[in-house]
């Protein structure tokens, strides 16, 4: 499986050891501790990891749903780490966190870790700001390394033990609030039905968290996806790699998530709804874009102006917005 996903041009990341199977953990505990690999078989067991899959290259992410909870857990994950990055150290690693996880200084500290990733989750409600509030807390750790939100809503999941389930909206959402937070080195994707490659007649562990998923060849179609890609393609195609969270440049929610250059060259801001926006900054200089992300419309914004300030009028359309500024020459 591994070979075909590298022959299709993709870069497999694979999950070296659930937090089930380490002890003191969180999902161990809830399973009786029935299924703890012994500290001692880590060494061992990293290198027919490696062994298996290095000709790949793949991304090793050392941990799976964990908290990071206790020192044995953080232990383990640490040997791990290790025992991986001198067998294979070609590879990215990064550990996967539940949303309730921090990555301790000792982690952070460690050389053979390459980048952050944190989940922010399926809850419902105000769980749903985890995606810029998680990208602003890894991104402002003391150890600066590239930000990923690894895991924010899948479409079609519940909202955490109640519905309704997340929409394209909601995913489009979570997106461009971490990349604009400092998660610039991405933000993942997941259809609820895909993950687990839901088939008629599956048995399904978690449907009260979940909801009971869609056959992953109908959640292969869901919008989402193509929003997705569309969040790669502008984000490559204006570069906003350079930009940084900046929050000050607008009057209004924290929803609203804004991120630019250092000298406001460009400026790029999310809009989840529509409104009369005042944003600190006297565009009369700038081209200035906005792109519906629903519909995929894009129109040329109008704007009054006061004190070097501009306001931008309210859009005749109904749904989210990034608005793109590009300062012009002269």
Not at 82 to 107: F, Q, V, W
Not at 164 to 172: C, I
């Amino acid at each position: 499986m591994v070979s075909l996903v590298v022959e299709k041009g993709m870069t497999p990341a694979l999950v070296v050891l659930w937090c089930c199977y380490v002890p003191t953990s969180w999902a161990s505990e809830a399973i009786g501790n029935a299924s703890i690999m012994p500290e001692d078989n880590l060494e061992t067991y990293a290198a027919m990891v490696t062994d298996q899959f290095k000709e790949f290259t793949p991304i090793y992410i050392i941990g799976g749903d964990t908290t990071l909870e206790t020192d044995i857990v953080v232990r383990y994950y640490s040997k791990l780490l290790d025992y991986i990055k001198i067998r294979n150290p070609e590879s990215l690693t990064t550990i996967h966190l539940n949303p309730a996880g921090e990555i301790p200084e000792s982690l952070q500290k460690n050389k053979n870790l390459d980048f952050y990733m944190y989940q922010s989750g399926h809850g419902g409600g105000d769980e749903q700001d985890n995606a810029w509030l998680f990208a602003e807390k890894f991104t402002a750790y003391q150890v600066k390394r590239p930000v990923v939100n690894g895991e924010p809503c899948y479409e079609g999941s519940c909202n955490g033990h109640k519905y309704p389930r997340f929409h394209a909206f909601d995913v489009r959402k979570a997106v461009w609030r971490s990349l604009l937070s400092g998660a610039r080195a991405g933000v993942t994707y997941g259809a609820h039905g895909i993950w687990m490659f839901q088939q008629e007649g599956m048995v399904f562990g978690s449907v009260p968290f979940s909801g009971f998923p869609f056959n992953w060849q109908d959640a292969l179609n869901f919008e989402g996806a193509w929003n997705m890609g569309f969040a790669k393609w502008l984000y490559e195609n204006y570069d906003l790699f350079n930009t940084e969270p900046c929050q000050n440049l607008i009057e209004g929610p924290k929803e609203i998530r804004v991120a630019a250059t250092h000298d406001h060259s460009l400026a790029v801001i999310y809009i989840p709804y529509m409104l009369q926006l005042k944003i600190r900054l006297d565009l009369r200089g700038y081209k200035t874009t906005l792109f519906l992300l629903d519909k995929g419309k894009v129109m040329e914004p109008c704007f009054s102006f006061d004190n070097g300030s501009s306001i931008l009028q309210t859009i005749p359309f109904n749904e989210d917005a990034l608005l793109v500024a590009e300062k012009l020459s002269g």
